[in-house]
């Protein structure tokens, strides 16, 4: 499991989740955006295209930095989650906290 | 007849007679408390059953999420990360039924307390959203009177 971050021309770091986002490399992500908003980045896109499966630590994790980017004044959006993944969004209500597109290239032209 | 799978997880598969509900094997494991061998766990039970049960998407994930729920609760609540404690965890299952037990060393805890994280003021935790989701990710959960072991079961026709 890894994460893959590019910039995108317009500024977007995008993340793509490769793998699972789970309480054993949570911290590996949020140390990563944590990093990049310190270094002035603000425009935020985590790609769950290649991911298996989310937990509860790593729904917090996104939770969590969405607070912190937003408070810098900084924007996180998610894309590419597949039936299952959106289903945790909807049952937790988190889907009605985060800016969900279907694709990355969605969310990128809402940036 | 029982056989090692991953001799640091100490998983061992065994066949059990047919009758009860079905069951046709059991796969126990020891699982030390430490966070970064969750996934490992939960992958070794995903396996072994993915070619067995029924329906090769509710292994892939509602028991991957809801397995990994329950093994972080152990491990970071109830065993506090001690690495002298052990998770044990038994997972019986056949075509169409499988049962995962999770119990740890703590002094378990009142499932019925956890607030509900879909509430307006708990929405933005970072936490509590584990039993929820295990609750709707598997069709039965049940604990014992301490509260440190937990039992969730799946069916499917």
Redesign the interface.
Known sequence: ?TFNARKDANGVLVIEVDG?L???NRQELKQKVLDALEAGERKFLVDFTKT??????G???L??LS?KIRDEGGDLRLAGLNE?LRT?FE????D??FAISDSAQDALSAF | MSQPLRSQLSAHLARIGAGERGFEAELTMAVPSRIAVIEEAVEIVARHLEAHFVDRHTIRFNLRVALSEALSNAIIYGNAEDPAKRVRVRVRFGRFTVEMEVADDGVGFSPDRVPDPTLPENLTRDDGRGLFLIRHLVDEVRFNERGNSICMILRRA
């Open positions: 499991m699972q789970i309480v054993g298996g499966y989310i937990d509860s630590s729904l917090g994790v939770v969590s607070k299952d945790l049952l937790t209500k988190l009605t906290l």
